[in-house]
């Protein structure tokens, strides 16, 4: 674990951006790119905007043309000098931020860092949409995942395992192949009727949503030439053919610790 700063060494700080729109970095967020000394962002998809947030003069390196060496030489060099450095990540950190391998270039070196979350596209998503992942007598599960691609995926965790639960699902990092999204879909046992959503740069100016079921989907896809940047949103949670139940949170014969339930 990450030792905490002390005055006069440097430091790094992982920020999540957020899905796209500026303001949906959280404060603690803009406040670590207020003080940076140097900024490393993720430039192929974090919004710039969020740059003017740092002080005048400010260095800021694109990570999107760097290899891991190169962000982490950047990283040591700024230690070196007592810099707090922001390492700007898109959406959350934690979902496909690749942000483990370098938390273990900054341990080997004894650099504190620490995390600050972010808003993933995956809730920015569902937002566009106006859904929730989670209805009663619908879904009480999300699975997060994305295909096989250059990345590989643990065989356990193959699309069509995971369609199996019959979850509400959002899908990364897969839109480029949606027809074989699809097919593992359709082999997991979702109907062909199943409601999907494909929702592209979600928060941003030129946000594009896309509304269908498994059989209309690839072909709407195909359309709109929509190739990243998008989330894929799958369950009945989006279009619930025959209703939901009422939460029992709100329901007034619902006994819990801040309210007594009345009779029907």
């Known amino acids: ?18 899905p796209g729109d500026p303001e949906l970095i959280t404060l603690k967020g803009s406040r670590a790119l207020e003080r940076a000394d140097r900024v490393i962002f993720a430039g192929s998809l974090v919004n710039p905007e969020l740059l003017g947030l740092c002080r005048p003069g400010t260095p800021c390196h694109d990570s999107a043309h760097l290899t891991l060496e190169e962000v982490i030489a950047l990283m040591f060099e700024g230690c070196k000098n007592g810099e707090t450095i922001v390492r700007l990540h898109t959406g959350d950190p934690s979902m496909y931020g690749a942000i483990k391998e370098q938390f ?31 209805l009663p007598d619908i879904s009480q599960t999300l699975i997060l995942t994305r295909i096989a691609g250059r990345t590989p995926v643990p065989e356990r965790e193959a699309l069509a395992k995971l369609a199996q639960h019959q979850a509400s699902m959002s899908i990364f990092l897969s839109v480029q192949d949606m027809g074989s999204v699809v097919q593992a879909l359709q082999e997991g046992g979702y109907p062909i009727s199943t409601p999907i959503a494909v929702v592209a740069k979600a928060s941003w100016p030129d946000e594009e949503i896309l509304l269908g ?49 009345t009779d029907k």
């Open 1 to 18: 674990m990450s030792q905490k700063k002390t005055s006069g060494e440097g430091e790094v700080i992982f920020v999540g951006a957020g």
């Open 104 to 134: 273990e270039h900054l341990d080997k070196q004894e650099i504190p860092y620490s995390v600050i979350p972010g808003v993933s596209s995956v809730f920015a998503a569902a937002a566009a949409v106006k859904r929730e992942f989670t």
């Open 213 to 261: 079921t498994l059989e209309t989907i690839v072909e709407k896809v195909k359309t709109a030439g929509i190739r990243k940047q998008a989330q894929i949103l799958v369950g009945d949670f989006l279009d619930p053919a025959n209703g939901y139940a009422r939460s029992k949170l709100y329901d007034p014969t619902f006994t819990h610790e801040y309210r007594q339930g």
